[in-house]
Structures are given as structure tokens and as C-alpha cells.
């Protein structure tokens, strides 16, 4: 028998013949080539499911802030009409929250708070809006407990922004949650508490389907394009409102693209390269030979100017180019760069109206404050200048309308679209309750609530939703 030293050598005196070498060198290459192959293979789909579990978790972050806005909505909305609309709207966010919480890594046991929470929500909102269509009032016990469902959304909402940072930090991955449980997901959202809700559970029950006529919209497209005036233009003729409205920047070449005949307004396409090495793109319309948009994109690495500055710089920006009676509604700030929102204001007879529909976007840097994008779509498919008759109820009238814990801080007359292409004339009515900066719109004419605004105040500009 032989030794383990013998059969050592054996093992060794076999590999040097060169056909067993070559297999055994062809089967360690068949075993890498196979390992490597599952290894990227589970790779790509572990990346796969991180990403899918990535795009459900900012899904659920998304509903969950529109479930709160429409619920800050619903506490100062004063006809069952709105009111029926915006809770409908907060039982559809929070449906579609729901959907999105079942579909992360997480137990159900788990997550127990939170998507009865959700549900709750849905429900209740659901059999309020049923209350408001049937044109029943909501008594101030359904008040309170929008209020306590309000509070509760805005602490869901802080915990899962908070987690969107770990996620975004690497902080919380979902493969380690599968795979390790859920503790740091629950240590979060188990503050809300199932007790919390109790009072609320006598007032849901049993419901069916309901209509759900849709919402204002934040702006219109029109067939007829009323700030589209004027005969139509050649691309020559284009080429040339581009040199005059570039100006002083200089230009070293214009390649133009071919015109859009398909698109909602008809356009000529530039690229410009200024004597700077600017590369900006613009388009002129066919019609009229308006500037529908221009954007140059640079980086800002100082802010020199304030908003308001720039604000006073978009102004006479417009003015410059036939814009007149701009007025600024909102802004954001990014990177250096202020986006302004323009509006219209028509002066007539008994005050100043707010035309909401005529829209222009500036973008301006807040280094120099060069104006580095226009947008005039609104603008070009709403302005002209109405027939804005007096309007039927005063504005102590209309104030009977709204909410009383509503703090009004300013008011004023407006022109408002709504998805359906028609304007409505309103009373503007900004205001403050529990802390929440509101817009208020009711109609000049029968006094009824057409539409409600959240402001939001961040530390780079003011929304609305």
C-alpha cells in the first residue's frame, strides 16, 4: 500500500503529462469563468432590487407629502364643493402611498402603525367627502380630526425625508434590511402610535365608488393662442430676432435646427455661440416671431445679489423685451440660480388683477445677475387684455366665505385657470392657520371657494401646491 508521500508524487508525475494539464487547467478556467459569471449576475440583480426598492420608497415619500398638502387643504376649505374635491384627493395620495409601503423589504407586523395609519386616512377622507357631495357641512369634531391626521402626516413625513437622507448617505441599504430585519425602519415610524387613532375609528365605515371630477390645474394650453400674435415669419426673419434679442453678448455662430411642425406652437430652433463661448439654445415661433424660450446653463460659485435684486433685474429684463406689468408670484433657488415666476397684472378701473394664466419664467444668476433662461409659454398662449366686468359680491362679501380660524395677511383681485380651458375671476385671500401660509380663491361673482393654495416658505424660494 502506498504511502501518502508516493501518492503525492504519483499526483505530480500525472501533471506533467501535458493532456492532463491541459484539463486540468481547462476545468480551474470552466470554474472562474462560471463563478465570475454568477457573481456578476447576483450583483446585477441585488443592484436591481436596490433600485426597485429605491424607486418604491421615493414613490411612498412623494404620496405621503401630497397626502399632507391636501390635508392642510382640507382644514380651511369653507363650500362642500372644494372640500369634497380636496379629500378626494387625499384618499387617492394615500391609497397610492399604501401601494408603495407593501412594496419595500419590510414586515407587515412591522410596519402595523404606519399603514393603518395610511388607511385610516384614506377611509376617513373618503367618508368625509361623501358627507361634503351629499352638500352636509363638517362639523368641528370631522375639523379636529383632519387636524390630528394633519399632524401626524407632517411627522410621517419629517421621518421618511429623514431616511431618505440615511438612504441617499448609504447609511440604511435594503439588502441589509431583508436580510437583518427592519429595527432601524421601526425604531423611525413606531411613535404613531395605534392609540392615537382610536378616536377616529367610529367614524369610518362602509363605502362605494365615487366620481372624481379632477382639479385645478397650474396652468392652461388653449387652442387658440391669444399672446400669439402677429404674421408668420421665415427662418431669416427668425434668425435675425435672435441677433437683436442676444444683443451685446456677440455672436459668433448660429446653427439652426429644422422648425417643429407637430409641436403645440410652431418654432424656429437656434444654437448660438457667442464670442465668449457661450452656447445657448433658443427658439423663436413661427407666428409673430415671439421668443417661446432661451436657456444657457453655467455654474454660479458666488451669490452676490439677493433675491429681491433679482427680482428688480427680471423685471426690467421683461420690460426690456415688450413685457409689460410683470409682477413676481414665486421663486426657487438652486445652484446660484433664481427661477422667477411672472405674472400679468391688468390695471382697471377699481384695482389691480392678478392674471395668473399669462406666465413667464426667468432664470437668473445671482453672481451678476445675467438672465440665463426665459420661458413664455403661458404668456403666449393667454395674454391679451380681458373685458373685466365689476365684480357682483365686495370683498366683505367673499370673506364671509372663508374659513374663520383663516389669518388674512393680504387680499387682492385675480384671474385663476382651471383644467377644464376657462378663467375664473376671484378675490385673492392669503392667509395663516395653525402655522400654514394658505391661498384662498373665491369667486368675485357667486362667492363660491374655487381653489386653495399650501404656500411653502423654504430656505431657496416659495412654492405652492
Known amino acids: 500500500m502506498k504511502s501518502l508521500r508516493d501518492k503525492i508524487y504519483d499526483w505530480k508525475v500525472r501533471l506533467q503529462d501535458r493532456h492532463m494539464l491541459s484539463i486540468v487547467v481547462t476545468l480551474i478556467t470552466i470554474i472562474a469563468v462560471l463563478g465570475l459569471y454568477t457573481y456578476k449576475r447576483e450583483r446585477s440583480f441585488r443592484q436591481m432590487t436596490e433600485n426597485d426598492y429605491n424607486m418604491a420608497f421615493y414613490e411612498l415619500v412623494s404620496y405621503v407629502e401630497n397626502v399632507e398638502t391636501y390635508l392642510a387643504k382640507s382644514l380651511i376649505s369653507s363650500s362642500p364643493e372644494h372640500g369634497a374635491e380636496t379629500l378626494t384627493q387625499v384618499w ?19 410596519l402595523a402603525n404606519t399603514s393603518k395609519f395610511l388607511n385610516q386616512v384614506s377611509d376617513y377622507s373618503f367618508t368625509l367627502s361623501r358627507k361634503n357631495i351629499n352638500n352636509e357641512s363638517l362639523t368641528e369634531e370631522d375639523f379636529n380630526n383632519l387636524k390630528q391626521l394633519h399632524t401626524f402626516s407632517v411627522e410621517l413625513g419629517n421621518t421618511l425625508n429623514q431616511l431618505s437622507s440615511e438612504i441617499n448617505e448609504g447609511k440604511i441599504k435594503w439588502g441589509e434590511l431583508t436580510s437583518k430585519g427592519s429595527s432601524v425602519f421601526v425604531s423611525q415610524v413606531s411613535n404613531i402610535s395605534q392609540d392615537s387613532f382610536s378616536n377616529l375609528e367610529e367614524n369610518f365605515h362602509e363605502y362605494s365608488g365615487l366620481i372624481y371630477d379632477g382639479a385645478f390645474s397650474e396652468h392652461i394650453t388653449t387652442i387658440e393662442k391669444k399672446g400669439l400674435t402677429g404674421e408668420d415669419i421665415d427662418e431669416e426673419r427668425a434668425r435675425k430676432i435672435v441677433e437683436e434679442f442676444i444683443g451685446d453678448r456677440g455672436i459668433k455662430k448660429i446653427d439652426s435646427s429644422e422648425m417643429s411642425e407637430n409641436s403645440d406652437i410652431q418654432c424656429y430652433y437656434f444654437n448660438i455661440e457667442t464670442n465668449n463661448d457661450k452656447k445657448i439654445a433658443l427658439a423663436i415661433t413661427k407666428k409673430g416671431g415671439h421668443v417661446l424660450f432661451m436657456n444657457y446653463n453655467r455654474n ?31 421663486y426657487m433657488k438652486q445652484n446660484g440660480i433664481l427661477t422667477i415666476n411672472y405674472a400679468y397684472n391688468q390695471q382697471i378701473q377699481y384695482g389691480n388683477v392678478v392674471v395668473y394664466p399669462d ?27 380681458r373685458t373685466i366686468e365689476e365684480p357682483k359680491i365686495t370683498i366683505e362679501q367673499a370673506k364671509l366665505n372663508l374659513n374663520k380660524n383663516l389669518n388674512i395677511q393680504s387680499e387682492g383681485l385675480a384671474i385663476i385657470p382651471t383644467e377644464f380651458k376657462t378663467e375664473i375671476f376671484c378675490y385673492e385671500f392669503k392667509g395663516n392657520v395653525e402655522g400654514i401660509d394658505f391661498l384662498v380663491y373665491i369667486n368675485a361673482e357667486t362667492g363660491k371657494e374655487e381653489d386653495i393654495l399650501v404656500i411653502k416658505n423654504t430656505p431657496d424660494g416659495t412654492l405652492t401646491m
Open 359 to 385: 406666465l413667464i419664467k426667468l432664470k437668473i444668476a445671482l453672481d451678476d445677475g445675467e438672465v440665463l433662461g426665459l420661458e413664455s409659454t403661458g404668456y403666449l398662449n393667454s395674454h391679451s387684455e
Open 92 to 110: 387617492r395620495e394615500a391609497n397610492l402611498a399604501q401601494a408603495y409601503l407593501a412594496r419595500l423589504p419590510i414586515g407587515a407586523n412591522e
Open 300 to 330: 454660479v460659485e458666488m451669490e452676490d445679489l439677493d433675491e429681491q435684486m433679482a427680482v428688480e433685474i427680471g423685471k426690467n429684463f421683461l420690460k426690456n423685451h415688450g413685457f409689460e406689468n410683470m409682477k413676481e408670484t414665486y
